[in-house]
C-alpha cells in the first residue's frame, strides 16, 4: 500500500476469507481528510499466506476523476473468486460499480446503471457462489416514483457470471423520504436477504428487511417489534446474516437507545427483542448500548457485538445465541489487562463455526486508542490482545479493527487503520493482520 499511498488516508472496509491464507480486502486510499474525499478504491489478495500488493481496482482510476471512490463490500466464495462494490466520483456525479475477480484475476469493473439526485454507491454486497452475487445499494434520493432514478435503494443479481440490470426492490412503501440497504447476505444462489432503513413521512426511520426467493426479489417488510413510539427518531440496522434460506438474524438499534435482535425461522420473522443482559453490564445506562455487528455460523446459533456507556466509559460486549435462545451479553474478556478502565468496542465480527468466532476493534491506550483481536473457542470467549505486531507500526495515532473474516476456527485475517490523528470516516495508513 506504501507504492499507492504516498500521501492521504486509507481504510480497509471489508475483507473476506473463502479458505485460510486465501482473501481479499479492499477500501479506499490517497484520501484527503480535509476535503472529506476517500481517493481511490483498491483491493489486495492473500495468496497462500501472502498479502501481495494492493492494486487500484481496475478500469476505475480514469472514471474516478473526483478522487472520491471506495470498496464498501467484499465477498469470496472460492481461491481466486472474489468480488467487491463500492462508488467512485467522475465528471458527473457517483456512480455505483462492481468487480469482479476470477481465477485470481481482477477483472474491470462494471458500472451500474443506476443514478440519482444525491450519491450513488453499492453499500452491501453477497456473494452464494462464484459468479452467482447479489449487490444492494442506495441512490441517496428522495421521493416514491418506483424508478431507479429516484426510488432511493436498489438491487443488482449477478447470475452465473453475468451482471443484470438493477431493479429497485419491489412494493416500496409510500411516502419514504430516503432510505439504504446496510447489508445482504446470501446462503444459496438466488436466495438472498437485503436489510437496511427508510425515512418515512412522520420522519421516523423504519428497519426493513426484503428477501430473494429462487431467483426474485419480494416486498419489503418491516421487522416486526421495530416500530418506534411516538416521536422517536427510530431505528436502524447494523448487520444481516443469513445461514440458510428462509432463517436470518437482523441486529439493529433504537437511534439514541439499546440494541435488538430479530430472527426469521423457517421463512417468517419475529419479533424484535432488546439484547439480553445489557442492564446488568450497564445498569440504567443500558439504554445506550448499541449493536454493531453479527455472524451467524448455523441456524439459530450466532454471535453479536457493541459497546455501551458505563459510567461514561465505552465498553465493548458479545453476546451469543446458542441454539435458538440468546445468552447474557457479557464484556468482552481481558479488555481491563489491556486498559484500566476496560474501555473499547467491537467493530468486526467473524463466525466459521457454532461456538468459534473472533472479533475485533478498539480500546483506550495510554495516549491514542489501539486495536485488538479475540477469540472464542469451543463457546468461550477467550482474553482480547493487542494486535500482534502493532507496536512497531503505531507510534502515534489511533489504531483500530475495521473488517474481519475467517476462513475456519482459528485462522482469521483482519485489516484495520493506525497513525489516525482524525476521528470519523478517515482513517491514518492500513494494516493487515493473521491468525494462523
Same mark, same amino acid.
Not at 20 to 27: D, L
Not at 114 to 131: K, M, R, T
Not at 259 to 263: D, E
Not at 422 to 432: K, P, T
Given at each position: 500500500?506504501s507504492a ?6 486509507? *481504510?480497509v ?6 479458505s !485460510? ?7 479506499s ?10 481517493? *481511490?478504491?483498491?483491493?489486495?489478495n ?14 476505475v ?7 472520491? +471512490? ?24 457517483p456512480?455505483a ?15 451500474l ?19 452467482n452475487?447479489?449487490?444492494?445499494g442506495?441512490?441517496s ?8 432514478g ?19 426492490i419491489? +412494493? ?11 447489508s ?12 437496511g $432503513?427508510?425515512?418515512?413521512g412522520?420522519?421516523?426511520? *423504519? ?8 431467483g426474485t426479489w ?17 431505528a436502524q440496522?447494523a ?9 436470518c438474524t437482523?441486529?439493529g ?5 439499546a ?5 426469521e ?10 439484547? !439480553?443482559?445489557?442492564?446488568?453490564l450497564?445498569?440504567?445506562g ?13 441456524a ?6 457493541g ?6 466509559t ?16 457479557i ?18 465480527l467473524?463466525? !466459521?463455526?457454532?461456538?468459534n ?8 491506550g495510554?495516549? $491514542? ?5 479475540v477469540?472464542e ?16 507500526l503505531?507510534?502515534?495515532?489511533t489504531a483500530?479493527?475495521?473488517a474481519l473474516?475467517c476462513?475456519?476456527a ?23 493482520v493473521?491468525?494462523r
Open positions: 500500500m499507492l499511498n504516498h500521501s492521504g488516508v486509507a *481504510q472496509n471489508s475483507v473476506s476469507c473463502a !485460510p491464507g486465501y482473501c481479499s480486502a479492499g477500501g486510499y490517497g484520501g484527503n481528510i480535509k476535503q472529506h474525499t476517500y481517493g *481511490q478504491p483498491f483491493v489486495v492473500e495468496v497462500n499466506g501472502i498479502w501481495h500488493k494492493a492494486i487500484p481496482v481496475p478500469g482510476v480514469a472514471l474516478n476523476t473526483r478522487k472520491n +471512490g471506495f470498496i464498501s463490500s467484499v465477498s469470496c466464495t472460492r481461491r481466486g473468486d472474489c468480488t467487491a462494490g463500492g462508488r467512485y466520483l467522475g465528471p458527473h456525479g456512480r460499480f462492481v468487480v469482479d475477480e476470477v481465477n485470481g484475476r481482477w477483472r474491470r469493473a462494471i458500472t446503471d443506476v443514478s440519482g439526485l444525491g450519491d450513488v454507491e453499492v453499500s452491501a454486497l453477497a456473494c452464494a457462489s462464484p459468479g452475487c447479489s449487490a444492494g442506495t441512490t434520493a428522495s421521493g416514491t416514483t418506483p424508478t431507479l429516484l426510488d432511493g435503494t436498489f438491487v443488482a443479481n449477478e447470475v452465473n457470471g453475468r451482471w443484470h440490470k438493477p431493479i429497485a419491489p +412494493g416500496k412503501l409510500t411516502f419514504v423520504y430516503g432510505d439504504w440497504i446496510q445482504v447476505s446470501c446462503p444459496s444462489a438466488g436466495n438472498c436477504t437485503a436489510a $432503513w427508510y425515512l418515512d412522520a420522519d421516523q426511520y *423504519q428497519v426493513f428487511v426484503a428477501s430473494e426467493v429462487h419480494h416486498h419489503y417488510m418491516k421487522v416486526p417489534g421495530t416500530t418506534p413510539a411516538p416521536g422517536a427518531a427510530g440496522v448487520s444481516l446474516s443469513c445461514p440458510e434460506p428462509g432463517s437482523v441486529a438499534n433504537f437511534i439514541g437507545g440494541g435488538f435482535l430479530a430472527s425461522v423457517n421463512g417468517t420473522w419475529h419479533n424484535a427483542r432488546s439484547v !439480553p443482559g445489557l442492564i446488568k450497564y445498569g440504567p443500558s439504554g445506550r448500548a448499541q449493536v454493531d455487528v453479527l455472524s451467524c455460523p448455523a439459530g446459533i450466532c454471535s453479536a457485538g459497546a455501551g456507556l458505563d459510567a461514561g465505552v465498553k465493548g460486549f458479545v453476546v451469543n445465541e446458542v441454539n435458538g435462545t440468546w445468552h447474557n451479553a464484556d468482552v474478556p481481558g479488555m481491563r489487562r489491556l486498559n484500566p478502565s476496560g474501555s473499547g468496542l467491537v467493530s468486526a467473524s463466525c !466459521p463455526a457454532p461456538g468466532c473472533s472479533a475485533g476493534g478498539r480500546y483506550l495510554p495516549k $491514542w486508542s489501539r486495536s485488538f483481536v477469540d473457542v469451543n463457546g468461550i470467549w477467550h482474553n482480547a490482545i493487542e494486535v500482534p505486531g502493532m507496536s512497531a503505531h507510534r502515534s495515532g483500530q479493527v475495521t473474516s476462513a475456519r482459528g485462522e482469521c485475517s483482519a485489516g484495520g487503520y493506525y497513525g489516525a490523528t482524525s476521528y470519523g470516516l478517515f482513517a491514518g495508513q492500513i494494516f493487515v493473521n491468525e
